[in-house]
Antibody
Framework: QVQLVESGGGVVQPGKSLRLSCATS????????MHWVRQAPGKGLEWLAV????????QYADSVKGRFTISRDNSENTLYLQMNNLRADDTAVYYC?????????????WGQGTRVIVSS | DIQMTQSPSSLSASVGDRVTITCRAS??????LAWYQQQPGKIPKLLIY???TLQSGVPSRFTGSGYGTDFTLTITSLQPEDVATYYC?????????FGGGTKVEIK
């Protein structure tokens, strides 16, 4: 079955960096677009970034553009999110999600999420 | 960027009631719209994509409709397990914006 397992979350000071990983299994990773989505405490879902199946196309939400970088390693079936210059309002649960196409559409599988707390 | 507005933000209904949630896009998005359910303490689950196509395994009491700027998610007979927050999401182009969510409770 499809599995997405995020890791790398934790408590970090403002201005610092963190790298999230999403290890996948149970499907052909190299044939799926992949996304990062976050959810601040008690708030709704916020889409952050997408990377196409082969890494050829990457897009970001304005809220993270220039600070966050999405990447993937198709040989390791793993998705990444490098987060730099973190701010208090980046505090959230971060989910990786599989696109049901090779590109950017709807998300048919989600990981359990990893929590990021940005605090001094 | 296109904004997605859901209404109502919350509702309370009785078991067996018909429930309708609306999602409006600030510009036309064809049928590039998905609906998700997030039960309390759980991860989101895809219910409907392409505005009206039911995801595999989703009960048939969930239906979606709409095109362009106005979309609806209907639960034809509300069940206790439908207590959740429901989100619409556009995917015609980035950013893949979510609506603000509609919290559904049982009266």
């Amino acid at each position: 079955q499809v599995q997405l397992v995020e890791s790398g979350g934790g408590v970090v000071q403002p201005g610092k960096s963190l790298r999230l990983s999403c290890a996948t299994s149970g499907f052909t990773f190299s044939s799926s677009g992949m996304h990062w989505v976050r959810q601040a405490p008690g708030k709704g879902l916020e889409w952050l970034a997408v990377i196409w199946y082969d890494g050829s196309n990457i897009q970001y939400a304005d809220s993270v553009k220039g600070r966050f970088t999405i990447s993937r390693d198709n040989s390791e079936n793993t998705l990444y999110l490098q987060m730099n210059n973190l701010r208090a309002d980046d505090t959230a649960v971060y989910y990786c999600a599989r696109d049901f196409t090779i590109a950017a559409a709807a998300f048919d599988s989600w990981g359990q999420g990893t929590r990021v707390i940005v605090s001094s | 960027d296109i904004q997605m507005t859901q209404s109502p933000s919350s509702l309370s209904a009785s078991v067996g009631d018909r429930v309708t949630i609306t999602c409006r896009a600030s510009q036309g998005i064809s049928n590039y719209l998905a609906w998700y359910q997030q039960q309390p303490g759980k991860i989101p689950k895809l219910l409907i994509y392409a505005a009206s196509t039911l995801q595999s395994g989703v009960p048939s009491r969930f239906t979606g409709s709409g095109y362009g700027t106005d979309f609806t998610l209907t639960i034809t007979s509300l069940q206790p397990e439908d207590v959740a927050t429901y989100y619409c999401q556009k995917y015609n182009s980035a950013p893949l914006t979510f609506g603000g969510g509609t919290k559904v409770e049982i009266k």
